[in-house]
């Protein structure tokens, strides 16, 4: 962490300028955010930004191997298998735990993959928030802050992002697809994507479908749908045994960002799959024999299709694992602890840990992404889910900035 400007901002910290913050950010949405908002950005260096942007990188392309893909093809359920799968998702997610490496230096620890949506357009907001937030503070260079990769400022990103999102659509015929969108904890990036491209959020069961066509309602209107900036989750689709007006299994006149088997591609499922050193050893429960002597101590057993950490043990058990089923195994697996610094230091003089996803945007027919964006979550509990920080502050939703002001931005 960067240690000038974190004693810079510690030094500056008050519950008012938290509270004008929050009441700026949550003003420019006209929503309040369905999640804990940390009391601080995260301020990176440029070795660490190295660092974590080469891990990520890496971690994409081992991802993207045609023989990788081929063999997480094999976790797409029959049931959810849609056609016109693409050859890459248009949007990545690669979490990195900041960790302390062996020679005292810190570094990135790969959590989870998804290829699937995240909240791209809230980050957006909130780094202006923050910049704002940040004005005037001594010890800290003059804004704007920014949160971009790749050379990108914001208009760049947001000419990036709209590709993605809209492509060549009239926003008007794209969707924001999730189920009971005003719901979700999203909700503010939901009307975050509103705010920068002018696409609605509905709920699937909402549509209509003629032929291959979907539609929707509007003002009493009757608009048809070519576009859908996918944000289902499917265990609550499943869980909640949602009807539809169509099957995943159906051509449809629609295009996908992104397309609906990404969800299951890329998750943890590609974790066994993986092999460099920022990525923990990882196996599939189908796949061992014996389960190792230092299980509890050393090893995390997770699901592989979960989302904000649901269903993680971090102290498993022989008995644990025993009671998964024999057919559920393949969708398990057991991943080698990762030990978070607490490298961020709050106002209280407390270590905080840190964890950034790393945000990759692939336009349609561009054959690599583009390493675009960051969020980060911070954490003082065992695991950095909400249940396990409640009656701590300084954790939860930030950001990482950097001052555009600087001689070198990151990469």
């Not at 644990?320 to 003089?349: F, H, M």
């Amino acid at each position: 962490m960067h240690s000038s400007y974190r004693a810079a901002f510690n030094a500056a910290f008050t519950d008012e300028l938290f509270s004008k913050y929050v009441a700026d950010l949550q003003g420019r949405l006209s929503a309040e955010s369905g999640f804990r908002l940390a009391e601080t950005p995260v301020f990176l260096t440029e070795e660490l930004t190295s660092r974590i942007t080469t891990a990520a990188r890496e971690i994409y392309d081992q991802l993207a191997r045609p023989e990788a893909i081929a063999r997480m093809k094999s976790a797409i359920p029959e049931r959810w298998n849609s056609p016109g799968m693409d050859a890459l998702p248009q949007l990545t997610q690669v979490d990195l735990a900041i960790v302390r490496e062996k020679d005292g230096s810190l570094g990135p620890r790969l959590i989870e993959l998804q290829g699937f949506p995240s909240l791209s357009c809230f980050e957006v907001v909130q780094a202006r928030a923050w910049s704002d937030a940040l004005a005037g503070i001594p010890g800290l260079p003059e804004g704007p802050w920014s949160p971009y990769f790749s050379g990108l400022d914001e208009q760049g990103f947001l000419a990036l992002l709209r590709k993605v999102i809209v492509a060549d659509e009239d926003p008007e015929e794209v969707i924001l697809m999730d189920l009971w969108p005003e719901k979700q904890k999203t909700w503010v990036d939901f009307s975050a994507t509103k705010l920068l491209f002018g696409v609605d959020s509905v709920c699937p069961t909402t549509l209509e479908k003629e032929g291959r066509a979907l539609y929707r309602r509007k003002d009493g209107r009757r608009i048809r749908v070519k576009r859908i900036y996918n944000r289902v989750v499917f265990d609550e689709l499943i869980q909640r045994d949602v009807t539809l007006p169509f099957d995943y299994r159906e051509e449809l006149d629609v295009t996908w960002a992104p397309h609906p088997n990404w969800y299951w591609t890329w998750s943890k499922y590609s974790l066994p799959l993986l092999d460099h050193p920022a990525v923990p050893k990882a196996r599939y429960l189908s796949e061992i024999d014996e389960l190792p002597a230092d299980l509890t101590k050393r090893y995390v057993l997770k699901p592989l299709f979960s989302f904000a950490g649901g269903g993680v043990n971090v102290d498993p058990t022989p008995e644990d694992v025993a009671r998964v089923p024999e057919n559920e195994r393949s969708v398990w697996c057991l991943q080698e602890k990762i030990d978070y610094e607490p490298c961020l230091t709050a106002a209280d003089g407390g270590g905080v840990k840190v964890e950034i996803r790393m945000m990759f945007f692939r336009p349609d027919g561009e054959p690599r992404p583009t390493l675009g964006l960051n969020l980060c979550r911070l954490s003082r509990g065992k695991m950095l889910g909400v249940d396990f920080n409640k009656d701590f502050t300084w954790v939860g939703s930030s950001v990482a900035i950097h001052p555009l002001s600087a001689e070198t931005q990151p990469g």
